[in-house]
């Protein structure tokens, strides 16, 4: 069983910036993994996509909620093997709980909840209006 782990949640104001990471200690991409996604949950709401990037030979592709797109950029560091998510312009309605999960279908079809193979415990997110 793959265990991921995020790091880099916190507390910031609207209009900041956060980084978030993503990574399965011991583990490398190739291993476990074709593609790994953010998604996020706030307090009463259902969990959602955010972000997602697919590992391929001749480069990752992104992919991003509606929501975020111009704000967010996700990125992989295959030496350090960890994802990252940076979000840019914060606002108070992205505060919520980031989970990263990863998938190993080939090719990725379906960035739903259903869709991820590997779960982390989450990070809190936190906008302050």
């Known amino acids: 069983q793959v265990q991921l782990l995020e790091s880099g949640g916190g507390l910031v104001q609207s209009g900041g910036s956060l980084r978030l990471s993503c990574a399965a200690p011991?583990?490398?991409?190739?291993?476990?993994?074709?593609?790994t996604g953010w998604f996020r949950q706030a307090p009463g709401k259902e969990r959602e996509f955010v972000a997602g990037?697919?590992?391929?030979?001749?480069?990752?592709?992104?992919y991003y909620a509606d929501s975020v797109k111009g704000r967010f950029t996700m990125s992989r560091d295959g030496a350090k093997n960890t994802v990252y998510l940076q979000m840019n312009s914060l606002k108070p309605e992205d505060t919520a709980v980031y989970y990263c999960?990863?998938?190993?279908?080939?090719?990725?079809?379906?960035?739903?909840?259903?869709?991820?193979?590997?779960w982390g415990k989450g990070t809190l997110v936190t906008v302050s209006s």
């Open positions: 990037i697919s590992f391929t030979w001749n480069g990752d592709s992104t």
């Open positions: 011991g583990r490398t991409f190739s291993a476990y993994a074709t593609g």
């Open positions: 999960a990863s998938t190993s279908s080939r090719p990725i079809t379906n960035w739903g909840m259903n869709g991820m193979d590997y």
